[in-house]
């Protein structure tokens, strides 16, 4: 079993939905939880970060930990068609005076017009 | 993407033959990373770097050694390149603080 488990998907949703995408872990040491976006053929780009528990929220983007349950989650509202791309959860905790981010495979998510 | 390079972009190589990846950044991050990403496995950890000549293996770190002499480049070197190696390669960048990586746009490699 991997320390970060999330489904790839592809989500397919129209214009306008709320999206929902999610990862679970296994290791409650991890501090810090990010979400990246990442296009084809690009980068990933740093969308959120939370650290420990509790919700944060940019824009259209809102995310969530859940430490008790070990679940994390990345909500997006009004979704666009330019939101297409792969979402990657990734986490981490310090361990020798740095941080080494787990990720999860990523979720590929479609928003047609 | 902002402060962080990486070269070639792409790269086609035979197997045996030794390959060197160049990442470089502008930001004075004390941390850099190299990853591969490879369908179904995600971002995968070959090694980092948490200063000069300071380095670490990672989760994937069979067949790569790297090198940092400089802060602001890492180079990840496949000795002696494998048809396995075939992957997109993407370099990170960090303050330590754990609360985002900046990512490189990434080196396509093909061994055949």
């Known amino acids: 079993q991997k320390e970060v488990e999330q489904d790839p998907g592809p989500l397919s949703v129209p214009e306008g939905a709320i999206v929902s995408l999610n990862c679970t872990y296994s290791n409650s040491a991890f501090q810090y939880f990010m979400w990246y976006r990442q296009y084809s053929r690009k980068g990933p780009e740093l969308l959120m970060y939370t650290y420990s528990s509790g919700n944060k929220e940019d824009g259209r983007f809102t995310a969530q930990v859940d430490k008790s349950s070990k679940y994390i989650s990345l909500f997006i509202r009004d979704s666009q068609p330019s939101d297409s791309a792969t979402y990657l959860c990734?986490?981490?905790?310090?361990?020798?005076?740095?941080?080494?981010?787990?990720f999860g495979r990523g979720t590929s998510l479609i928003v047609h017009p | 993407d902002a402060g962080i390079t990486q070269s070639p972009r792409h790269k086609v190589t035979e197997t045996g033959t030794p390959v060197t990846l160049r990442c470089h950044q502008t930001?004075?991050?004390?941390?850099m990373y190299w990853y591969r990403q490879d369908p179904g496995h995600g971002l995968r950890l070959i090694h980092y770097?948490?200063?000069?000549?300071?380095?670490d293996k990672g989760e994937v770190s069979d067949g790569y050694s790297v090198s940092r002499s400089k802060t602001e480049d890492f180079l990840l070197t496949l000795e002696s390149a494998t048809s396995s190696q075939t992957s997109v390669y993407f370099c990170?960048?960090?303050?330590?603080?754990?609360?985002?990586?900046?990512f490189g746009s990434g080196t396509r490699l093909t061994v055949v």
């Open positions: 930001e004075n991050h004390r941390y």
């Open positions: 770097s948490y200063g000069v000549k300071d380095t």
């Open positions: 990170a960048i960090s303050d330590g603080q754990g609360d985002g990586y900046t």
């Open positions: 990734a986490m981490s905790f310090q361990s020798g005076g740095s941080y080494i981010p787990t």
